[in-house]
């Protein structure tokens, strides 16, 4: 795999395509519906175990979430290459494509929750750095298996070769990532819930709506990278 030099541009070019293809957001406010109603069974069935099992719930939505991830990847990537790319053909492209997506969603997350889990032990500031060395290396996971078509563990193998042929360009992916859909709507979300006593059904609304938001943005990026630095049929 031959190296290649970032395309930052498209973080740029990402809003006003967005504009033009709002349908980019389908997936991911669809992703947002089943991790909301994840949420509150989680919360529910939990609740008599002081919350044991919660993470469960969270962990299956994270599932959810990047599944309709890699839908809108795979329409941003059909944008990209200057084809209509609508929601109906990325979804049943992704269809075709399902097994192979929900088993590297399920390594991803995996990956990253464990690096999280055991970054936690040693305070906040370790816990992030974990997760984001997770992400960095498997930061390609995704649209290896949305746009390459490679399951499972392949995915999770061709993501560490595309980051040793661009580091600086996955770390920026990686970075962006943990930014904008890990952190970033969990610290909007709290101060507007702060600001406003919004409940906690409210609340979660809320996170949904923005996780998928970030989603939606992170289509572009995560499609032109990838596609910059993996080799294409």
């Known amino acids: 795999m031959k190296r290649s030099a970032p395309n930052l541009s498209i973080y740029g070019r990402a809003i006003p395509m967005l504009v033009r293809r709002p349908s980019i957001f389908v997936a991911p406010l669809l992703g947002a519906v ?60 992704s269809r075709r494509k399902a097994a192979g997506i929900i088993i590297a969603a399920i390594g991803f997350w995996f990956v990253v929750y464990v690096g999280q889990y055991v970054g936690a032990i040693f305070g906040l500031t370790a816990e992030i750095l974990l997760m984001l060395v997770a992400a960095f290396f498997l930061i390609y996971t995704i649209p290896a298996s949305a746009i390459g078509g490679l399951p499972g563990s392949l995915a999770m193998a061709a993501s560490i070769r595309a980051v040793r042929a661009d580091p600086i360009g996955s ?51 995560f499609a032109t990278q990838y596609a910059s630095v993996a080799f294409r049929p």
């Open 171 to 221: 770390a920026i992916l990686a970075i962006a990532f943990v930014a904008l859909f890990v952190i970033a709507p969990i610290v909007i979300t709290a101060y507007i819930a702060n600001a406003f006593l919004l409940s906690h059904t409210v609340a979660t609304l809320v996170l949904a709506i923005l996780h998928a938001i970030a989603l939606g943005y992170l289509s572009f990026p």
């Open 34 to 93: 089943v991790a909301l109603v994840l949420s509150q069974l989680g919360a529910y069935f939990t609740n008599a175990l002081s919350g044991l099992g919660s993470g469960i719930f969270d962990w299956i939505a994270s599932v959810f979430y990047t599944f309709a991830f890699a839908v809108a990847i795979i329409q941003a990537d059909q944008i990209e290459r200057g084809l209509r790319g609508t929601f109906d053909s990325a979804w049943e492209d």
